[in-house]
């Protein structure tokens, strides 16, 4: 078997984790239909995550803030 891996999370502020998990669902399945390998989609997906918890509420990231996060 492979060795696990630990891919970090990305949050820079946590203010509401609501939503985060639909989040990290859908941004690895967007990923890896658009032919990422599961290591760079687990990354774009905790990447999409860190946006929506350093916002309040349940909320969405945009391709420009996923794109553009620099924690």
């Known amino acids: ?3 696990p891996e630990l891919i970090p ?3 820079r502020e946590v203010y ?3 939503g985060a998990g639909d989040t990290v669902i859908a941004a ?3 990923a890896l239909a658009s032919g990422a390998t599961m290591k ?6 905790n990447t999409a995550a860190g946006v929506v918890v ?3 509420g349940t909320a969405t990231a945009t391709p420009e ?7």
């Open 1 to 3: 078997g492979s060795k």
């Open 9 to 11: 999370t990305y949050a």
């Open 16 to 18: 509401d984790v609501s």
């Open 28 to 30: 690895l399945t967007l």
């Open 40 to 45: 760079e989609a687990a990354h774009f997906a």
């Open 54 to 56: 350093g916002k309040v």
């Open 65 to 71: 803030e996923v794109l553009g996060y620099h924690p």
